[in-house]
């Protein structure tokens, strides 16, 4: 069983901008592990000489043609938008 | 003489690495149809796989990939004909999908090498390690708002090529000279414009120091630095302070900083302890990028001649001296022009005359090759001018900088300001007898021995002549008449 210690999940649910209550992390944890460990099966295969493979179907990228066919919707894209001031997203300030 | 900072404890080595985020030159973005062009109104080139709404899928766009392919081509560095794209992770608000498409472990191009020029005709090859493709993100303005940050998506989702060089630049100047000549190179080949001042073009510089034969030391990133000269600026400024710091007592910590061109110094980022965390792994969205040896064969026949061969054959079949040749083929478009003027005519004089006059006159009205007010073929007319004796060269400056005023032909200028040179011989030998006769004193000085006023006779002459005679001819019955 993979191990996993509170201080790691929490810093996966900081990366991924999630909440998380103390009093939630114990079954996380124990969720996290328990989907780690069994994704680890699969280091029990010999590999050894295969080529990695990063999709499913032993395809190559499609490619289209350099032409604009897509935005001039500002409507439609910021309708969603949570802050909008004129035509521009606004999000609380970013301070760097 | 390699470059050294001195420290309190003796000289201090520099070592360089940059990455260059330069933007692929192409209508549409790298994974959506929305155009690219710089200055839309915001928001208005924006598709909803940009903006990262739910359940739209990129769909990879064949000229950004010919544009890296020629990119890699042009800096003689191997093409990888499988390479992959993988998600970079980060959360900032200027990032809809919460992940940018980059090529971490696979890059569409590997190991090449640029040349470059520095002072007294010496070169250097710089090692690039590889170049990969990715997307841009969206742009954030601070400034709008006291207590909100706008953020435009026009520019999410351009294509970049991200070049990476090996840590082999060793001086600001090494730092300059690489990226004007990659930016040259880039320009040449169309892929990218090469404009800092719109952001086409920017610098990641990581720098280091250490003591002559020592191992590298922590390096130190210095983010998007947007023009050469603050490049080669963040460079120094960075060294000095990683050596003060050293030299203190202290040691450099891996960081990403910040340049101030208005302080002349570089200054921590507060990121977030886990801001570098970026969990890569493949794009389950994006298959192998799988390209056709042909296809790629068909791309390189189509190259044009670069910098290094444009300047290879400058100096071999116009004999015009190395330095000469560099500086007129950094641009393509002043090399075409230098190739017009020169066409038949005298090489050299034409790239003194493209060099000197025409670029001072550039720089003096604000212009470039493109928009010059004197064309190639008005340029020529007037060396034309100058090699058939209509004019000599003192005058050809005043007629080039009326044509540069006017607009007008130098054969025009010379006509309306009656400045056709003289080479009538009984007028020039009249107007030495004048000068002759109303410097008694200098010619017996001369006759004595002081050889040295043969000068101020010449000079006198032409200014009676009002800088119209020939030079030659002046020259000659002089030596005649004071024998």
Known sequence: MMSLDPATVRRIAKLARIRVEDAELPKLQADLAAILGYVEQLGEI??????????????????????????GQTEAILANAPGREGDFFTVPKVVE | MSYMIEGKTG?????????????????????SGAATDFGAGPNSQVSFIDAGFPGMLPVINEECVAQAVRTGLG????????SRFDRKNYFYADLPTGYQISQYLHPIVGKGVIEVELEGGITKNIGVTRLHLEQDAGKSLHDQSPSKSFIDLNRAGVALMEIVSEPDIRS????????????????YLGTCDGNMDEGSMRADVNVSVRKQGEEFRTRCEVKNVNSIRFVMHAVEAEAKRQIELY????????????????????RSMRSKEDAHDYRYFP???????????????????????????????????????????????MEQATAAFYEQVASGR?????????????????????????TSPVSAAALGELLDLMADATINGKIAKEVFEAMVETGQSAAAIV????????????????????????????????????????????????????????????????IEKLA
Request: proline share 5%; hydrophobic share 45%.
């Open chain 2, 415 to 478: 006509e309306s300001k009656g400045l056709r040179q003289v080479t009538d011989t009984g007028a020039i030998a009249a107007a030495i007898d004048q000068i002759l006769a109303a410097n008694q004193d200098k010619l017996a000085e001369y006759k004595s021995g002081k050889e040295k006023l043969f000068g101020f006779f010449v000079g006198q002459t032409m200014k009676a002549m009002a800088g119209k005679g020939n030079p030659a001819l002046i020259n000659k019955i002089l």
């Open chain 2, 283 to 329: 794009d389950p969205d994006l298959l192998p990028l799988v390209l056709d040896e042909a296809w790629v064969a068909g791309l390189k026949a189509k190259l044009p001649e670069l910098p290094d061969d444009k300047c290879t054959r400058f100096v071999r079949d116009y004999k015009l001296p190395p330095y000469d040749a560099a500086v007129l083929v």
């Open chain 2, 247 to 266: 030299e203190s007592g202290g040691t450099v910590q891996q960081e990403t900083r910040l340049y101030d061109p208005a302080r002349g110094e570089t």
């Open chain 2, 346 to 370: 005298d090489a050299k004089l034409a790239a003194n005359w493209v060099i000197g006059e025409l670029f001072a006159a550039l720089n003096r009205t604000g212009t470039n090759i493109e």
């Open chain 1, 46 to 71: 010999d590999v050894t000489g295969i080529e990695p493979l990063s999709g499913a179907a032993q395809m190559a990228l499609r490619m289209r043609a350099d032409i604009v066919t897509d935005g």
């Open chain 2, 11 to 31: 000289p201090w080595e520099i070592v360089v690495g940059l990455e260059v985020h330069a933007q692929v030159t192409s209508h549409s973005k790298l994974f």
């Open chain 2, 172 to 187: 600001p100047e090494e730092a300059g000279a690489y990226l004007r000549k990659l930016r040259s190179i880039l320009r």
């Open chain 2, 75 to 82: 800096l003689n560095a191997q093409i990888n004909l499988v």
